[in-house]
């Protein structure tokens, strides 16, 4: 994805403010893989900075995970000391380092809804090992439990065309496409040849709704201040800023920029925040975000 590739996106920004993935999402593709612990290699596409990767090797006797980005690659490597995980540059449309069946599993966090699956399903046919297995998830659009005005402002200045506030352009059409739209609609458009891969299982969960642990593993209470951090590593935020480049935030000494206004009208929206005055952001909420699991095992 070609954001994150840029030079002004931070790959340590992303680490510290993305969230991170719970037991229960692990259990659920471990359980659906069915193979002896610490068996085969695990590749991991997409692998940004290295959290599936960390989190699942000791289920495998090694991990390849691999970025398009040259700074999360980086940012892993720092923060990796595990001799048998191996990061490196490279996309899931080239995997001519690999050889035919060489592969137990293969997994992608946040990453599948920026893949040609043209170049994907017929690399991961040739690589992953009959009864081997693949497995996707994905995250969108959190939701503020029980803040549903500050949600639609959120939602306006994030996804907005035109103005959203006087002067004040949108992100809206800083979102890469058709990447933001596959998974605003948890990848519903994806499905796995049938001729290569059987036992084809999806899970979603939409936000705001109820659901099982399975389904809704991404809920967590967050500080506003930590959310506010999370929104500022959304890659529209980041196209946003390189358009726009007169424009400063606050924490950078200027007037304010696109969040910061947004972030005004959000805690006007909620007494409680706003009644906190300055210390706004030590205020907590649940958030509760769109989720989905795409499996499914070599023929």
């Known amino acids: 994805m070609a954001t994150f590739a840029r030079s002004t996106f931070s790959a340590k920004a992303y680490a510290a403010f993305r969230p991170s993935y719970p037991p229960s999402l692990f259990r659920t593709v471990l359980n659906y893989h069915q193979q002896p612990a610490s068996s085969g290699t695990l590749l991991d596409l997409g692998c940004g900075h290295g959290l599936i990767a960390r989190s699942l090797r000791p289920h495998f006797k090694s991990v390849i ?6 700074g999360m690659i980086a940012q892993a ?5 595990d001799p048998d995980i191996t990061f490196r540059q490279g996309s899931a449309e080239d995997l001519d380092f690999l050889a035919d069946g060489s592969v137990e599993m293969a997994v992608a966090g946040q990453a599948a809804h920026w893949f040609n699956y043209g170049k994907v399903w017929p690399n991961l046919a040739r690589v992953v090992r009959p009864g081997g297995t693949v497995a996707f998830w994905g995250y969108k659009d959190n939701v503020l439990l ?12 994030v996804y907005g065309f035109g103005e959203v506030a006087p002067g004040v352009e949108g992100m809206g059409p800083y979102w890469e496409q058709p990447g933001r739209n596959i998974l605003r609609d948890l990848l519903r458009s994806v499905r796995p040849p049938e001729e290569d891969w059987t036992d084809f299982t999806k899970l979603e969960h939409e936000p705001g709704e109820e659901g099982t642990e399975e389904t809704c593993w991404l809920r967590k209470k967050m500080k506003l201040g930590e959310v506010e ?8 935020f980041n196209g946003w800023k390189e358009a726009h480049p007169q424009v400063k935030s606050r924490a950078d000494g200027g007037e304010g920029d696109i969040l910061d206004i947004m972030w005004d009208r959000m805690v006007d929206a909620v007494p409680e925040w706003k009644a906190m005055g300055a210390g706004w952001r030590e205020a907590e909420v649940v958030n509760d975000w769109g989720t989905y699991v795409l499996m499914a095992r070599r023929r």
Do not use: K, V, W
Not at 65 to 70: C, E, F, G, V
Not at 77 to 81: L, S, V, W
């Open 77 to 81: 490597q720092q923060t990796t000391t």
């Open 65 to 70: 995970a691999i970025d398009p980005s040259d």
């Open 146 to 157: 029980g803040a549903e005005q500050a949600t639609h402002i959120m939602e306006e200045f």
């Open 229 to 236: 951090g999370y929104l500022r590593t959304f890659s529209c």
